[in-house]
């Protein structure tokens, strides 16, 4: 059975700092992951896809901000996130396996598991 668990959300002001922890059981980190966020009244969106072969994508809004990083001994996936702005917030999400759907071009529905979120607040 594949669970994912994120937490490391918060409150923090505009120009600040948080990392977001995906603890993930019953999938290998290392294959197709991807950290997706939803604001309130809108569509949960991409942040950030990482395939099986090592590579990352971001979406343009991340603008080199936000990092992802694996943890293969705690089979965990990372989102670091810098420089965040009050349109950053919103929940987060973390995601896997893409069911055979490429990892980069994956959207929301493709994602067969999903965690239970994490909410990041950014005040001004």
């Known amino acids: 059975q594949v669970q994912l668990a994120e937490s490391g959300g918060g409150s923090v002001q505009s120009g600040g700092s948080l990392r977001l922890s995906c603890v993930v059981t019953?999938?290998?980190?290392?294959?197709?992951m991807a950290w997706f966020r939803q604001a309130p009244g809108k569509e949960r969106e991409t942040v950030t896809s990482?395939?099986?072969?090592?590579?990352?994508r971001a979406a343009a809004f991340v603008k080199g901000r936000f990092s992802v990083s694996r943890d293969t001994h705690n089979n965990t996936l990372y989102l670091q996130m810098n420089n965040l702005k009050p349109e950053d917030t919103g929940v987060y999400f973390c995601?896997?396996?893409?069911?055979?759907?490429?990892?980069?071009?994956?959207?929301?529905?493709?994602?067969?598991?999903w965690g239970q979120g994490t909410q990041v607040t950014v005040s001004s």
């Open positions: 990482s395939d099986s072969d090592g590579t990352t």
């Open positions: 995601a896997a396996d893409s069911d055979g759907r490429w990892c980069h071009a994956a959207n929301n529905p493709d994602f067969r598991y």
């Open positions: 019953g999938y290998n980190v290392n294959r197709c």
